[in-house]
């Protein structure tokens, strides 16, 4: 059971241009979201979150977008540049029991972005 | 540097051996995090420690595999018996009580079992 999905498995886009990065979650326990950004033959790297008492967060070229009736969050990067080319996760967390957030993060699959320049 | 170190990089064994895997934490991190990532999907969790303690194992395929964080440092996954199907990218993360979603991995060890 898939609960975090990015349902395209990559994007191109040319440099200067706008990229829209997509994810949709079937938890609604889930209450907050993040961004990483992952180069070849390394570890994810964390790039942006958003909490589920907003509904956009923004943080210089990237723009998070939370969409809580539909439960889908997107990512814009504006503008896109050669070296944000990379495979985007999108990650989520619920509180757990008694209230604590364990940081457990569920991902998606991944898109990779690649800017063309 | 003062990142998130995994040793070895790359390991590879035959089925039914036992391995290990090591995680080496930012300093100070006192969370950590392992999980696992198979070709062409996202992370998925395995273990959280906080401290030396175990707080969720919940992502543990089965009894093979056991992690370990002795001094609240360094942890160890350690997998037995290995099947094929464990091959993948095992990844180690860490992060500071305050925002613990936002975590640093390391670059992860590639597991291969033949």
């Known amino acids: 059971d898939q609960q975090v999905k990015q349902n395209s498995p990559s994007l191109s886009v040319q440099e200067g241009r706008i990229s829209i990065l997509n994810c949709d979650y079937t938890?609604?326990?889930?209450?907050?979201f993040l961004w990483y950004k992952k180069y070849p033959a390394e570890g994810p790297t964390f790039l942006i979150s958003i909490s589920s008492i907003k509904d956009k967060n923004e943080d210089g070229r990237f723009t998070v977008f939370l969409n809580k009736s539909a439960k889908h969050l997107s990512l814009h990067i504006v503008p896109s540049q050669p070296g944000d080319s990379a495979v985007y996760f999108c990650?989520?967390?619920?509180w757990g029991a008694g209230g604590t957030s364990y940081g457990k993060l569920t991902f998606g699959q991944g898109t990779i972005l690649t800017v063309h320049p | 540097g003062a990142g998130v170190s995994q040793t070895p990089s790359n390991k590879v064994t035959e089925k039914g051996k036992y391995v290990e895997l090591r995680c080496d934490p930012i300093?100070?991190?006192?969370?950590l995090y392992w999980y696992r990532q198979s070709l062409g999907q996202g992370p998925e969790f395995l273990i959280y420690f906080q401290g030396t303690g175990a707080a969720d194992d919940s992502g543990l395929p089965n009894d093979r595999f056991f992690a370990v964080r002795p001094e609240g440092s360094v942890s160890t996954l350690k997998i037995q018996r290995t099947e094929r199907g464990d091959s993948a990218v095992y990844l180690c993360a860490s992060s500071n009580l305050g925002r613990l979603e936002e975590q640093f991995f390391g670059p992860g060890t590639r597991l291969t079992v033949l």
């Open positions: 938890n609604s326990m889930f209450d907050y």
């Open positions: 990650a989520a967390s619920a």
């Open positions: 300093s100070g991190h006192t969370a």
